[in-house]
């Protein structure tokens, strides 16, 4: 009977996971995402025995400025390895993994070498890497995401946790400075509304589908929602004007409408620099501005949300908090 049950969960999940994958054109989207990433360090594969291992997965372009701090918190909180695919970063970004993944095994670079913006496609092969080479729980991030549980650190609260799928709060935070140096130890202003949608993390499958913005997963199991991000997303105006810029680029390059795909780096695509400057002014402010969809729903509070360990360990949001989640945020 186990094994009846076992098989039938199993093919609920292919069958799931497949309707992610119904026309031809994402087929060969797959195919090419698949094609496209060259992984390079990879431990050995995990063919028995218990998983127990945390793994986050990115895909990252020109981020050199806040990925190295990125790392760093994954690691604090205790993700036991980092499977990194860079997409031709030009800032030194893909030289700086490289060079990082020679001294530290927990880190397995990959570059990613095909243009075209088919993120799920590519985030979801990440995936499966990651479960082929033994994780149990897969992290999907982007470089400027930090990632929080609430009393302990990230990897030992998924490795308590019951659920399949955990859900993420979103907050979008801008730091008071343009092109902090640490952005750690820098004072940020940050949005204690949630942004929907949010951000997830799951139980590693091999046919577990990552939805495009990693908001979402193809994974059957129980869902609940407990994590939080500090999301700095825009951190100085010439990276507003480079991200924006960039991403429609990858967008239009798809084929596919970039209104739909990556609607608020279509809208910033259009301004000039002086009005990116003018909309840095304003985020940076804690000001919402449309012209990049920074909606700044508040409040708006200001702290150094990046020393924590886990999410409001000072309590100091609690204030701001109308419920036991801790969606909030404020600390000096």
């Not at 994958?21 to 087929?27: A, F, G, H, I, L």
């Not at 409408?257 to 002086?274: C, E, Q």
């Not at 012209?291 to 150094?304: L, N, S, T």
Request: hydrophobic share 35%.
């Amino acid at each position: 009977m186990k094994f009846l049950t076992a098989l039938r969960t199993e093919l609920g999940q292919l069958s799931y996971s497949l309707k992610a994958r119904k026309t031809p054109q994402q087929w060969r989207d797959q195919y090419a995402a698949i094609r496209g990433i060259r992984i390079f360090n990879t431990p050995s594969i995990h063919y028995r025995g218990p998983r127990t291992e945390v793994w986050g997965i990115a895909m990252v372009k020109d981020e050199i400025d806040i990925l190295p701090s990125v790392i760093d918190h994954m690691f604090q909180q205790g993700v036991h390895r980092l499977l990194i695919a860079d997409n031709l970063s030009h800032d030194g970004t893909r030289e700086y993994i490289r060079e990082r993944s020679t001294h530290d095994s927990r880190i397995i670079y990959a570059e990613d070498n095909y243009i075209p913006y088919v993120q799920s496609e590519k985030m979801t092969w990440l995936a499966h890497l990651a479960w082929r080479y033994g994780a149990r729980w897969v992290i999907p991030f982007d470089a400027d995401e930090f990632w929080y549980a609430p009393s302990d650190t990230l990897a030992k609260f998924l490795q308590t946790c019951q659920s399949s799928v955990i859900y993420a709060g979103f907050h979008h935070s801008v730091p008071v400075t343009e092109n902090p140096s640490d952005v750690i130890n820098t004072e940020l202003v940050m949005d204690t509304a949630d942004s929907f949608p949010g951000k997830v993390a799951f139980r590693a499958h091999p046919f577990a589908v990552v939805v495009r913005g990693n908001h979402e997963v193809r994974r059957l199991g129980a869902h609940e929602r407990s994590l939080e991000i500090v999301h700095v997303q825009y951190r100085g105006a010439t990276q507003i004007a480079r991200k924006v810029r960039q991403g429609v680029t990858s967008a239009v390059s798809t084929g596919r409408d970039a209104a739909v795909i990556t609607p608020h780096w279509l809208a910033g695509s259009k301004l000039s620099d002086s009005e990116i400057q003018e909309v840095w002014t304003n985020i940076s402010h804690g000001l919402p501005d449309e012209r990049i969809q920074f909606k700044a729903e508040g409040p708006m509070v200001r702290g150094k949300f990046l020393r924590w360990r886990s999410w409001n360990e000072d309590g100091s949001l609690n204030k701001f908090s109308s419920d036991a989640s801790g969606n909030a945020g404020g600390s000096s």
